[in-house]
């Protein structure tokens, strides 16, 4: 088999040819190029999956602040809600939101997280991936698949733009994560690999030119509130492709159009803090209190 998949073009080749899914084929790939069995690769995504529902617990659990104040108790609000009215979109779309901060409080709080693929990030796919295999009683087997494509899905993205706001703004680290979300979340629900892939593209196109502009220079405002809103959006795209609904752009090509706008965007757009929410007056005066 080729390993060498550097393309969605390459994957959904690959994959047809061989008749395996993605994750069938992720596996093997990463079993070869680290020269270990796909039972080690396995048992170290299943730790990763591990990790993901401890963050989730220990940030549901917690109500401290970050130390800069500005973050640590929107879950904590959330969760009050929910204890008194039912949630419009029912009891997954609740976990979802609620699994998502849980997750990026813990991230501000120092505590142990996946980032997936970065720490600004960690939220979005474990939120989705958690929440409906709970509530759709996917198996640990089934979970760890998932999860296998979402890292192919990262993967191949990287291989392009690399996932850092710094150099692409934020929709290299959320649109990303929401890309990998909506692809382990469609096959969750049985999209066939062709689906898998026009649900990681319709996430990814519609977060095209997402500024990464963090108040203070600290990954809470507005990345904190930032991840339930994109766990949802990653269930949207998988829902669309599993109607059948299709990114009129190939999935390579939406990476180059992030590509080509990470490098338009200014850089005081990419995570400096010099521009966008950054630079509003509440900013600057939330920035002098917390450094003087």
Not at 161 to 183: D, N
Request: glycine share 8%; hydrophobic share 45%.
């Amino acid at each position: 088999m080729d390993t060498n998949i550097n393309t969605f073009e390459q994957l959904l080749s690959v994959c047809i040819s061989n008749n395996k899914g993605i994750y069938e084929i992720a596996q093997e790939n990463m079993a070869n190029s680290a020269d270990i069995s796909i039972e080690e690769v396995r048992a170290f995504t299943a730790r990763s999956l591990f990790a993901m529902k401890e963050a989730i617990q220990s940030g549901m659990a917690s109500k401290e602040s970050s130390m800069s104040g500005m973050c640590g108790q929107d879950c904590h609000k959330v969760q009050q809600r929910f204890r008194h009215a039912q949630p419009i979109f029912g009891k997954t779309f609740e976990k979802i939101i609620e699994y998502a901060l849980a997750t990026s409080e813990e991230n501000i709080r120092m505590g142990k997280i996946v980032a997936c693929p970065t720490a600004g990030s960690c939220g979005i796919l474990p939120a989705a991936l958690v929440a409906v295999s709970e509530d759709y009683d996917f198996s640990e087997r089934e979970q760890i698949n998932a999860l296998i494509t979402a890292g192919e899905i990262g993967r191949i993205i990287s291989v392009k733009v690399a996932l850092a706001g710094a150099v692409a703004g934020c929709q290299a680290e959320c649109g990303t994560a929401s890309a990998m979300s909506a692809g382990a979340i469609c096959q969750l629900m049985g999209g066939n690999v062709s689906q898998i892939l026009h649900a990681s593209t319709l996430a990814l196109k519609n977060l095209l030119g997402l500024t990464c502009d963090p108040v203070a220079g600290l990954v809470e405002v507005p990345c904190v509130k930032r991840n339930p809103f994109l766990a949802v959006h990653s269930i949207t795209a998988a829902e669309l492709a599993l109607s059948g609904v299709e990114s009129q752009i190939p999935p390579d090509e939406v990476i180059d159009a992030m590509e080509q706008t990470g490098a338009l965007m200014s850089p005081t757009l990419k995570e400096s803090s010099q521009a966008g929410l950054a630079v509003t007056k509440t900013a600057l005066q939330i920035k002098n209190q917390i450094f003087g």
